[in-house]
T-cell receptor, first 112, second 114 residues
Framework: DAGVIQSPRHEVTEMGQEVTLRCKPI?????LFWYRQTMMRGLELLIY????????DSGMPEDRFSAKMPNASFSTLKIQPSEPRDSAVYFC??????????FGSGTQLSVL | EDKVVQSPLSLVVHEGDTVTLNCSYE??????LLWYKQEKKAPTFLFML????IEKKSGRLSSILDKKELSSILNITATQTGDSAIYLC??????????????FGTGTRLTIIP
């Protein structure tokens, strides 16, 4: 298996623009997680899905953030409008029922 | 709010040295503690610990949990430059059922000098 695949690897955008991050989980995994990593706060869970259904989005910072999982092999995280404080590395991870997470390589987001 | 604290924040040692990384936690409902290694990109799973006093080992890496002290250590013997990474500790549920989530520490940055 290719593992969790994220795109793009890097994204540089200007404040106010819409940003869409993409994730393909490992085939057969029924849990998908979106995390954000910063130097100050470490890894923070934003939202997670089980069988394509959002279960807990309490970590989503504001209404500017939204996530979807239209099918078992694809998820998006959207930020609209983006702000400089959104700059971080965004990770997608997937797992089976246990909490051993398999992470993607991340998207490095820079909002200028 | 659950809290996971790792120490030291960073560590620089010479190749061949042995290192010990620490993780302490304050959580309302402990179930498991996990260690991950993060090199340039994605964190990769190392160990899951659920029982106190039982050492988990993988090559030169080993880890043990102390539920009485609410802590865990990760040992790396005969370090190599490839061990340079950020080591993350997380605590949380064993399974994803229910509303509990993993809480991660901010990590220990380990640098091995040749």
């Amino acid at each position: 298996d290719a593992g969790v695949i994220q795109s793009p690897r890097h994204e540089v955008t200007e404040m106010g623009q819409e940003v869409t991050l993409r994730c393909k989980p490992i085939s057969g995994h029924d849990y998908l997680f979106w995390y954000r990593q910063t130097m100050m706060r470490g890894l923070e869970l934003l939202i997670y899905f089980n069988n394509n259904v959002p279960i807990d989005d309490s970590g989503m910072p504001e209404d500017r953030f939204s996530a979807k999982m239209p099918n078992a092999s694809f998820s998006t995280l959207k930020i609209q409008p983006s702000e400089p404080r959104d700059s971080a590395v965004y990770f997608c991870a997937s797992s089976l029922q246990d909490t051993k997470l398999f992470f993607g390589s991340g998207t490095q987001l820079s909002v200028l | 709010e659950d809290k996971v604290v790792q120490s030291p924040l960073s560590l620089v040692v010479h190749e061949g040295d042995t290192v010990t990384l620490n993780c302490s936690y304050e959580v309302t409902n402990f179930r498991s503690l996990l260690w991950y290694k993060q090199e340039k990109k994605a964190p990769t799973f190392l160990f899951m610990l659920t029982s106190s006093g039982i050492e988990k080992k993988s090559g030169r890496l080993s880890s043990i949990l102390d539920k009485k002290e609410l802590s865990s250590i990760l040992n790396i013997t005969a370090t190599q430059t490839g061990d340079s990474a950020i080591y993350l500790c997380a605590v949380g549920p064993i399974s994803n059922f229910g509303n509990e989530k993993l809480t991660f520490g901010t990590g220990t940055r380990l640098t091995i000098i040749p």
